[in-house]
């Protein structure tokens, strides 16, 4: 048996093991389509290194050659629409079904040029030299892309200038053989043979370290979220805040922190329930969502209470940040609790000074918080810094 031969059942086996894999990451998570498709697309490849194995070893009538010839396409077709899901970029269709029409054609009219011909085989890779460039385009079309996405991009422009350059590499190493029996035993098949196996290996595996980013980014976030509000927990706050603080450290910027409390939530609770008070957590929630920055972080941190990291603003920045949001709420009607009643929270508001952790900031930002409360609720309080603090002393 010839290398090439060897090759081919090697990217036959491999590539059904791909396929597989793809399949288990779609039955894990169902939310991931792409990997329903790329466990099609790599099937079609099992099918295509089967035909490919049997055109060499018991001829290449022109229909069969058009079938091989347009089931690789497909599966690259199909590949492109997977990416597409993957980077929720709308599907290019229309220029995807009018490029393998029209490759389908042209591979049927260029069986009467000879084998060996250079233009015959460069209209033959040409096609697929399109449709990966087009899987390269729609990762790049991604509106936020990270350095395995841009790896995968860039192995996509790569693996489809291999398919370019066969053409070159037929006329350097004596051609295609003089018959489709003869394919298997040219030493260009055992290397063209071995690009193909070494670039579909390399994009699928590339693939499949996305998606476990991906799974991995969900499941961390459900950790970290919660159920209720959907806003962080308390741990998943905490690991926010720390790094925020660390990073605007580092710039010598502030940092503010604001602590809300609903306020006589257990009153709530106990005159009209506990799906009511849910109710008005999800509303208080929702409605801090809508109010924070993209670079503000928002999370509930016990039964009624509320945190917000404020990168960037100083202790009157975030004063007025928790002015705001408290007379916004206190005229919010809550959908599912009778009309004109209306509820307030209360606010403790903090300022980073140097040196500090975020377990200081929270503790200061509390006093403040209780201050509020004992001043009769549905108010802003804010927490003297460190500094301050000192000064007072001194001059007392």
């Known amino acids: 048996m010839s290398g090439a031969a ?20 779609a039955v894990y998570d169902r939310k991931q389509e792409a990997a329903r498709w790329m466990a099609v697309v790599y099937g079609m490849g099992v099918v295509y290194c089967l035909t490919e194995f049997l055109l060499a070893r018991f001829g290449a009538p022109r229909v069969a050659v058009v079938f091989s010839f347009s089931l690789f396409l497909a599966a690259l077709l199909l590949f492109n629409v997977g990416v597409a899901r993957k980077y929720q970029v709308p599907v290019p269709w229309r220029l995807l079904s009018a490029l393998f029409l029209f490759s389908v054609v042209a591979c049927d009219a260029i069986q009467d040029i000879p084998r060996q011909s250079f233009t015959r085989m460069m209209a033959y890779q ?7 460039l087009i899987g390269a385009w729609i990762v790049w079309s991604a509106r936020s892309r990270r350095w395995l996405d841009n790896a995968l991009m860039l192995l996509l422009a790569a693996s489809s200038l291999q398919f370019l350059s066969k053409p070159f590499l037929s006329d350097l190493l004596g051609g295609t053989g003089a018959s489709a029996q003869s394919y298997l035993t040219t030493t260009y098949a ?36 919660d159920s209720l509000s959907g806003l962080l927990n308390r741990g998943g706050f905490e690991r926010y805040a720390n790094t925020v603080l660390r990073q605007e450290a580092r710039r010598g910027q502030p940092v503010s922190l604001v602590i809300c409390d609903l306020d006589y939530f257990k009153t709530i609770n106990d005159t009209f329930g506990h799906a009511s008070g849910d109710k008005v957590i999800k509303a208080f929630a929702s409605f801090l969502s809508r109010t924070a920055a993209d670079h503000h972080i928002a999370g509930r941190i016990g039964g009624e209470e509320f945190a917000i990291i404020l990168p960037g603003a100083n202790l009157a920045a975030a004063r007025l940040f928790a002015e705001c949001t408290r007379t916004a709420f206190s005229t919010l009607p809550i959908e599912g609790l009778p009309d004109g009643l209306r509820f307030t929270a209360s606010f403790g508001v903090s300022e980073c000074a140097p040196g500090d952790d975020l377990s200081e900031l929270l503790s200061r930002a509390d006093k403040a918080l209780y201050a509020a409360k004992k001043d009769g609720r549905d108010c802003v309080r804010t927490a003297a810094s460190p500094v301050e603090t000192r000064r007072g002393h001194k001059s007392a």
């Open 6 to 25: 060897v090759v081919l059942i090697i990217n036959l086996i491999v590539t059904g093991l791909l396929s597989a894999s793809f399949a288990m990451v």
């Open 126 to 132: 040409a096609p697929y030299f399109a449709m990966q």
């Open 190 to 225: 055992l290397i063209s043979q071995s690009m193909g196996t070494v670039t579909a290996v390399a994009t699928a595996l590339l693939f499949l370290v996305i998606l476990a980013r991906d799974v991995i980014a969900d499941v961390t976030t459900l950790s970290q979220t």
